[in-house]
T-cell receptor, first 115, second 114 residues
C-alpha cells in the first residue's frame, strides 16, 4: 500500500489566497484525521472523520478553515482566505477504527507557507 | 484538562548508547498510549501502542513501558544508531465518550552523534 498520500507537499502562497490541501487515505481505513503541526504548538487535531462523516471539528481554528470528505478515498482541507499565521505543516492521517486501539498512519505532510 | 508532558525536551547521546524518554499524562478516561517517531521533514510513524493492561511492549530496539497507576510511560532505546535521531512523540488516546480523542506531547528531540 502506498500509505496516506497528501498533496501538495509544499505550497507557498500570498496572504488572502485560497489554499486547498488534499488527502488520499489508506484503502480500507474508515477514520481520517487532519492535523496541524507548528514549533510552538506541536501537533493539533483539526478535524476527524469517521465513515466520511465529520465527528469532531472542535479543533478547526476559525471559519476560514473547512474540510470535506466526499467519499472514502478523498478529503480536502481548505483555507480561505489564508493568513501568515496559517503557515504550518498539515498532516492527514487515517486508521481503521477498532475498540482495542488502532494504529494511525500519517502522510508526509503538506508544508504551507503564507507570505 | 487532558495533558501529556514529555521529558527531556531534547537529548544528545553518542552512537551505541542507551537512552530513556519519559511521558507523563493526565488523560482520563484512558484508552491507550502510543509512541511515534518523527524524522525531520516526515510524518510521524507509529512505534508502539499500549492499552491499560499492557506494561511493556517492544519494537526492535525500542521498548515502551506503561504504568497506568502513576500515569507514566517511558520509551527506552537500546544501542542507539544515527538513524534514531528524530523527534519522539507520546500520544494518549482517551476512552469513554471521548473515544479516539488524542492528546499529543510536545515531543523529545533526540540527536545521536557518531
Amino acid at each position: 500500500d502506498a500509505g496516506v498520500i497528501q498533496s501538495p507537499r509544499h505550497e507557498v502562497t500570498e496572504m488572502g489566497q485560497e489554499v486547498t490541501l488534499r488527502c488520499k487515505p489508506i484503502s480500507g481505513h474508515n477514520s481520517l484525521f487532519w492535523y496541524r503541526q507548528t514549533m510552538m504548538r506541536g501537533l493539533e487535531l483539526l478535524i476527524y472523520f469517521n465513515n466520511n462523516v465529520p465527528i469532531d471539528d472542535s479543533g478547526m481554528p476559525e471559519d476560514r478553515f473547512s474540510a470535506k470528505m466526499p467519499n472514502a478515498s478523498f478529503s480536502t482541507l481548505k483555507i480561505q482566505p489564508s493568513e501568515p499565521r496559517d503557515s504550518a505543516v498539515y498532516f492527514c492521517a487515517s486508521s481503521f477504527r477498532q475498540i482495542s486501539g488502532n494504529t494511525i498512519y500519517f502522510g508526509e505532510g503538506s508544508w504551507l507557507t503564507v507570505v | 484538562k487532558n495533558q501529556v508532558e514529555q521529558s527531556p525536551q531534547s537529548l544528545i547521546i553518542l552512537e551505541g548508547k542507551n537512552c530513556t524518554l519519559q511521558c507523563n499524562y493526565t488523560v482520563s478516561p484512558f484508552s491507550n498510549l502510543r509512541w511515534y517517531k518523527q524524522d525531520t521533514g516526515r510524518g510521524p510513524v507509529s512505534l508502539t501502542i499500549m492499552t491499560f493492561s499492557e506494561n511493556t511492549k517492544s519494537n526492535g530496539r525500542y521498548t515502551a513501558t506503561l504504568d497506568a497507576d502513576t500515569k507514566q510511560s517511558s520509551l527506552h532505546i537500546t544501542a542507539s544508531q544515527l538513524s534514531d535521531s528524530a523527534s519522539y512523540i507520546c500520544v494518549v488516546s482517551a476512552g469513554g465518550t471521548s473515544y479516539g480523542k488524542l492528546t499529543f506531547g510536545q515531543g523529545t528531540i533526540l540527536t545521536v552523534h557518531p
